[in-house]
């Protein structure tokens, strides 16, 4: 199994910044993908940003420019660094991963438990 933990949620006055962290642990051959998803009251949940084993990543337009994602392979941890953060980023930050627990496994999503970020006017 994988195990995601992330870290570094909180409450900021907008324009501030916040840096999620989510380390994957467990029973891991290969991660595959790495990504930050989000579920704001009422809102559907959104993919935020992710990133691919090779580097390759992607924003949605609402976080683009103010978001970045970050990956360090050899910790197994991805990194959401938010700046000129604003109320509508009020969300419940999830991680997920995209990963093999064997070579002959297929890839398979696993989530974290979320951290709360809390953007106040």
């Known amino acids: 199994q994988v195990q995601l933990v992330e870290s570094g949620g909180g409450l900021v006055q907008a324009g501030g910044s916040l840096r999620l962290s989510c380390a994957a642990s467990?029973?891991?051959?290969?991660?595959?993908?790495m990504d930050w998803y989000r579920q704001a009251p009422g809102k559907q949940r959104e993919l935020v940003a992710g990133i691919t084993s090779g580097g390759n990543t992607n924003y949605a337009g609402s976080v683009k420019g103010r978001f970045t994602i970050s990956r360090d392979n050899a910790k197994k941890m991805v990194y959401l660094s938010m700046n000129s953060l604003k109320p509508e980023d009020t969300a419940v930050y999830y991680c997920?991963?995209?990963?093999?627990?064997?070579?002959?496994?297929?890839?398979?999503?696993?989530w974290g438990q979320g951290t709360q970020v809390t953007v106040s006017s």
């Open positions: 467990g029973r891991i051959f290969s991660i595959n993908a």
């Open positions: 997920n991963v995209l990963a093999r627990t064997s070579g002959w496994a297929p890839t398979k999503e696993y």
